[in-house]
């Protein structure tokens, strides 16, 4: 079971696929619950609350607002007779209000820092690489982190290893020399919680020794990983060196939200320490990253806090044909989007300009009348 927002044309007809409609219909709008065959029990009684039900070979489509999917699951529930439909309906309703008001920054529990609520949060990215696709040997991470606090962010994220696509690993040695001093320093120097972005046990061990309180996973994978701290466990598929061959999917959102439910899953970690990352540019083209950016607030029924990180990445140069460096407003444009439709962190390099949109973006998201 899941939730499908319907914002056109080729929405409607992936919707109608992932149920097995024979005539697909090109119309539907709002959002739809798919059922499928474990949940097909209560496609009778959301028909009967007033929710239209379409039926096809593999499942159904309950179509509706956010609200009105809620309130239909919450009205047939006490009648299913089966605690697997009543379960069902329960699993719908949080579904529904997850989307609905979609977990903040501040739901992200860090082992010391408690993080700031009522708007979008900014992660700060420092490169303690030579061959980020950015700004790799650009500058002394140490001075770069400093800056960047100053600037406003509320998490200063380092990495000591390249995740560009191609980029080859190093050993955790090499990637510890990279980062451990930048950390020991910072957390003498700064107040703002300090993020390790690696996917190595050992390199993650010494980073929170060291006084990181976050680990932030490409790889989505964290078994092997310290307890004492809080993670970002990202959607990829394969390596760096091998993850754009990977990018095909048959329901991009689909995919997306099993896959990250199943690391969520397999995570020994309370839930309440884990925020989320769709992973745009790992194992995505420039055109999955668009429309995950696009229907982003799908996977805010996850009920977790979600990482978006699209800053200076390829797919904002393949629409404004600017180099990396060069994609500062295509980035904080961007950022902006992700906010809207549900981010509650935005991992980017322009921190003093994203802080800058964000205030109006946030402003307007939250306005009332």
């Not at 709002?30 to 609350?49: C, D, H, K, M, N």
């Not at 809620?70 to 529904?96: D, G, K, T």
């Not at 790992?282 to 668009?290: G, L, P, S």
């Not at 140069?317 to 509650?344: D, E, F, M, Y």
């Amino acid at each position: 079971m899941r939730l499908i927002e319907l914002q056109n044309e080729s929405d409607s007809l992936q919707a109608c696929a992932a149920i097995g409609r024979g005539v697909p219909d090109t119309n539907l709008r709002g959002w739809g619950a798919i059922l499928l065959p474990e949940a097909l029990t209560l496609a009778e009684g959301l028909r009967q609350s007033g929710l239209t039900v379409l039926q096809g070979a593999k499942g159904a489509l309950a179509l509706g607002s956010i609200a009105q999917i809620w309130s239909a699951a919450r009205s047939i529930e006490p009648a299913l007779e089966r605690e697997q439909s009543r379960n069902a309906a329960q699993l719908l309703m949080n579904l529904a209000a997850n989307v609905e008001s979609p977990k903040p920054g501040s739901a992200w529990r860090l082992p010391r820092s408690r993080l700031p609520g009522g708007r979008t949060l900014i992660m700060g990215i420092v490169n303690a690489t030579p061959d980020s696709f950015s700004d790799g040997g650009a500058y002394d991470p140490l001075e770069h982190a400093l800056r960047l606090a100053e600037e406003g962010a509320d998490i200063i994220d380092i990495g000591g290893e390249s995740t560009r696509p191609g980029a080859q690993a190093i050993s955790p040695e090499d990637e510890r020399t990279r980062t451990e001093p930048a950390i020991k320093a910072l957390v003498r120097q700064i107040r703002i919680p300090i993020s390790i972005d690696t996917t190595k046990p050992q390199v993650a061990k010494a980073a929170v020794d060291a006084g990181a309180e976050i680990v932030n996973i490409v790889s989505g994978d964290a078994t092997g990983m310290p307890r004492d701290a809080a993670y970002c466990l990202m959607h990829m598929r394969g390596t760096p060196s091998d993850m754009q061959s990977r990018a095909v999917y048959q329901d991009l959102h689909g995919e997306v939200l099993a896959e990250l439910q199943a690391r969520l899953e397999k995570a020994d970690i309370p839930q309440e320490r884990i925020a989320l990352d769709p992973g745009l540019g790992f194992a995505k083209t420039a055109e999955h990253n668009v429309l995950l950016l696009r229907r982003l607030r799908e996977l805010t029924q996850l009920g977790r806090p979600l990482l978006v990180g699209p800053s200076r990445k390829s797919f904002i140069g393949k629409l404004t044909a600017r180099k990396a460096p060069q994609r500062v407003i295509g980035s904080v444009a961007a950022a902006a989007v992700a906010a809207v439709n549900g981010a509650a962190i935005v991992r980017v390099h322009d921190v003093k300009a994203t802080r800058e949109a964000l205030q109006v973006a946030d402003a307007i998201r939250t306005s009332s009348a």
